[in-house]
């Protein structure tokens, strides 16, 4: 009973270098998300997709770019690593049973520092 | 104005207290809500959705009053395992799928 599973769990990136983090979830959720989370700030929405060939900017989409081949994939690449990259990110799948049943379920996190 | 504010506590409370936890929505087109929590360094989970009649899920009790825009999460009985940060999350449905618009927590800390 996998759900979601994001890799890596921790990175250290050197300024300028280019990553990106998996995302994948076995539970044939159509929407899918990518959020950071910073000291202070909450969760912000970087992208999202509503389903296979389809993405979307959020809140903070500047130095990230997202792609969806598939519904069960999802990965966020960053292009040219800066240190105001540093953050905690989190991939969450999210169900479609309507808005008051709607749950997201989240991978395990990937804390990234850049140097 | 963010689109949905907390505060951030600490709530530092004693083992067996009552805690009540509020937060405030923006956008009154707002459809949904729910209180997530999170354990620390952990991914945030589902605690409990918020219906306009109120709902209750042990000790837990969520409230919304959509006129006032607000939310709230009453916890009683308080145990050394609630400790965490709670997330209070809103739904603005749109086009195919919605976004979930999480505030930045509020701390609870619950002491022996």
């Known amino acids: 009973n996998a759900g979601v599973t994001q890799t890596p769990k921790f990175q250290v990136l050197k300024t300028g270098q280019s990553m990106t983090l998996q995302c994948a979830q076995d539970?044939?959720?159509?929407?899918m998300s990518w959020y950071r989370q910073d000291p202070g700030m909450g969760l912000r929405l970087i992208h999202y997709?509503?389903?296979?060939?389809?993405?979307d900017q959020g809140e903070v989409p500047n130095g990230y770019n997202v792609s969806r081949s598939t519904t069960e994939d999802f990965p966020l690449r960053l292009l040219s690593a800066a240190p105001s990259q540093t953050s905690v990110y989190f991939c969450?799948?999210?169900?479609?049973?309507?808005?008051?049943?709607?749950?997201?379920?989240f991978g395990q996190g990937t804390r990234l520092t850049v140097v | 104005r963010k689109e949905v504010e907390q505060d951030p506590g600490p709530f530092n409370v004693p083992e067996g207290a009552t805690v009540a936890f509020n937060c405030t929505y923006s956008?009154?087109?707002?459809?949904?809500f729910f209180w997530y929590r999170q354990d620390c360094r952990k991914e945030p989970k589902l605690l409990m959705s918020v219906y306009s009649s109120g709902n209750e899920d042990g000790r837990f009790t969520a409230q919304l009053n959509r006129a006032s825009q607000y939310i709230s999460l009453l916890i009683r009985d308080s145990k050394l395992s609630d400790s965490a940060t709670y997330l209070c999350v809103v739904l603005n449905y749109g086009g195919s799928q919605g976004n979930l618009i999480f505030g930045k927590g509020t701390k609870l800390s619950v002491k022996p």
């Open positions: 997709s509503v389903g296979a060939g389809i993405t």
């Open positions: 539970m044939n959720h159509e929407y």
């Open positions: 969450a799948s999210t169900n479609s049973r309507g808005a008051m049943n709607t749950e997201a379920f």
């Open positions: 956008n009154s087109a707002s459809q949904s």
